[in-house]
């Protein structure tokens, strides 16, 4: 059953005898509607009746004494106390099939224009992690046609990576050339919590009609309730295990984690949960892991995750931040920095770092980036006495190597928009630095 199309949710509704599961709102408060005479479980979707006898989706969310909590997957107007509420029995799901390539979905799942999609599998949205004995081990390297990325921090297939940054750093420039370049079989792009004018500026300036091509997009803007911004983060894992299980090598974007998990926050909060750690609820840090364990390898194919994290004040050891950098296996720090200098894209090699790198790269490769690992950090240590003239040529001689060496290593890291280097390519690069 397609428990997003209100057609067929009404025309079965009315040819069932609901009666005895039939409930009425008792009371609304805040984001919750408070519903007395059902039975139902945790992620079920109830239909509300309105005063207009429109029917409004909800999920059960929590239980007070003999009542059920339910949330809206849409707008509360219209609902009074006395509406008839009827339970559907089952959970929340996505209809996923080939027929979503260049689909733009909202946080149901459901397409953003008149198309509809009229094949496909049902796929629950909220799952379970594959099988840990059952993972295939990271043994391939994934190109993301970042030279930065590939060359320094190589991802393997089934990595799951963070990309932390302030606003206005370049996160979604980023995403945008991993989706056209990455050498992958499916993307799935999940934009949680955007503001509305930046979904068309991202499918059309940052993902180009090329990224498209290969790309599902689902998209669930900040004016929409908690529920369903929730809910797009799920459906877009939803649809990436779909094609994972086709075998295919798929790619997961995430945009953003933290605003992911400041709707669950408003889900918590709205349900008597206790404020913890500034102001997220306990059920967030629960939350987290849920979403991004299902990511990965597993024995039919792969989902390479990368999940932005919008660090608050450009604090990187904030809650979210934190968590999720314990979770991942790696991460990629923004600068607002190198970004001021015209640096993109502005990746801080010397705070970030691949956990699975040393595993699948050769030795020369790992080499050379641990010398221009070096050299960059000589450089910063030196860099404000080399600006002003105070150091002298000769004093140092890894100092030295490192002035002779930066501005080949940066003209490396830094790469427009539309210019794509393959793997092959990237070490090549890099390895001719050091040969000079």
């Known amino acids: 059953m397609d428990f997003l199309n209100l057609q067929l949710i009404n025309k079965r509704v009315k040819q069932t005898n609901y009666s005895y599961r039939e409930g009425v709102v008792k009371k609304v408060i805040g984001l919750t509607i408070e519903v007395e005479g059902i039975r139902a479980f945790i992620g079920e979707v109830c239909l509300i ?16 004494e003999d009542n059920v909590i339910l949330m809206p997957l849409g707008e509360l107007v219209g609902i009074a106390p006395g509406c008839k509420v009827v339970p559907t029995g089952e959970a929340l799901n996505v209809k996923c099939s080939e027929e979503l390539f260049g689909k733009i979905l909202d946080g149901l799942g459901q397409p953003l224009t008149d198309e509809e999609i009229i094949s496909g599998l049902y796929y ?7 099988d840990p004995l059952k993972r295939r081990r990271i043994k391939d390297v994934i190109s993301t046609g970042v030279r930065a990325i590939d060359g320094f921090l190589t991802c393997g297939e089934g990595q799951r990576i963070g990309i932390f940054a302030g606003s206005g750093v370049g996160k979604s420039t980023t995403l945008g050339m991993i989706a056209k370049y990455a050498e992958a079989d499916v993307n799935v792009i999940c934009l949680i919590g955007e503001r509305g004018r930046e979904v068309r500026d991202f499918i059309e300036k940052d993902l180009g ?3 498209m091509k290969k790309s599902i997009v689902v998209c669930a ?5 908690a529920l369903v911004r929730l809910k797009g983060a799920f459906a877009a894992t939803a649809i990436a295990e779909y094609f994972r299980d086709k075998g295919k090598k798929v790619i997961l974007m995430m945009d953003s984690v933290t605003r992911f998990a400041m709707a669950q926050r408003e889900v918590g909060l ?3 949960e206790p404020p913890a750690t500034k102001g997220y609820t306990p059920s967030v840090f629960a939350m987290l892991p849920r979403l991004m364990e299902r990511a990965g390898m597993s024995d039919k194919g792969s989902i390479t995750a990368f999940y932005t994290v919008l660090v608050d004040g450009d604090d990187f050891n904030e809650p979210i931040a934190d968590a999720v950098r314990g979770i991942l296996d790696g991460h990629i720090v923004l600068s607002r920095s190198l970004a001021s200098k015209n640096h993109y894209p502005a990746i ?3 705070n970030s770092v691949s956990r699975l790198m040393t595993e699948i790269v050769e030795k020369q490769h790992k080499d050379n980036v641990s010398l221009a690992r070096d050299l960059l950090s000589t450089y910063k240590d030196s860099e404000d006495l080399i600006n002003i003239g105070a150091y002298v040529s000769g004093s140092n ?3 030295d190597m490192s002035i002779k060496y930066i501005d080949e290593i940066n ?3 830094r790469q427009k928009i539309d210019e794509h280097t393959n793997f092959e390519d990237t070490v090549k690069c890099l390895n001719n630095i050091f040969k000079k």
């Open 348 to 350: 801080d090699i010397l």
């Open 124 to 130: 629950k949205l909220d799952t379970e992690p594959p």
């Open 49 to 64: 009746y309105n005063e207009r006898n429109d029917t409004i989706n909800s999920e059960v969310v929590g239980f007070k």
């Open 209 to 211: 009609k090329e990224g």
């Open 411 to 413: 003209r490396f890291l």
């Open 397 to 399: 001689k890894k100092v």
């Open 270 to 272: 709205a349900i008597g």
């Open 221 to 225: 803007t900040s004016d929409k309730p």
